[in-house]
């Protein structure tokens, strides 16, 4: 599996979490369908979920005009997705999960949401807050 690929699916399943309550595990086991769990969906997945309120004040701290709980949660998730890669992953350089980010909201959001998301990752990169 691509890091993309275990991307989107992390989306999947953060969003069963959210919207189900499942616990990771099993929303893992449900979206990938029988298929192997590769462990970057799950540490992904895990991350997220373990760092939530971490990532969340950090989301709140570079929105403008907005409120996180007003965000569409397609957004949201793709946003704390990325937040987690930036601020616990060291492996993985900033532009990559930028444009990656920016990729799936395309894919995932509405026409608005690549910009959205462009805009609060940039925001935060420029205030330092993913400084090495």
């Known amino acids: 599996m691509k890091r993309r690929t275990a991307r989107e699916k992390a989306l999947q399943a953060l969003f069963q979490i959210d919207f189900?309550?499942?616990?990771?595990?099993?929303?893992i086991t449900n979206i990938l369908e029988g298929q192997e769990i590769h462990p970057y969906l799950k540490q992904l997945v895990h991350g997220v979920e373990e760092?939530?309120?971490?990532?969340?004040?950090l989301i709140r701290q570079h929105l403008e005009n907005w409120k996180i709980e007003r965000l569409a949660k397609v957004d949201l998730t793709i946003l704390r997705i990325a937040v987690f890669?930036?601020?616990?992953?060291?492996d993985i350089?900033?532009?990559?999960?930028l444009n990656e980010a920016i990729e799936i909201a395309k894919r995932f959001?509405?026409?608005?949401?690549s910009k959205f998301i462009n805009g609060v990752?940039?925001?935060?990169?420029?205030?330092?807050s993913f400084d090495d």
């Open 20 to 27: 189900n309550e499942v616990m990771p595990d099993e929303a």
């Open 51 to 57: 760092n939530k309120e971490d990532i969340d004040e």
């Open 85 to 90: 890669e930036l601020q616990f992953l060291n």
């Open 93 to 97: 350089p900033k532009n990559v999960v």
């Open 109 to 113: 959001g509405d026409e608005q949401s």
């Open 121 to 128: 990752l940039s925001k935060m990169n420029v205030s330092g």
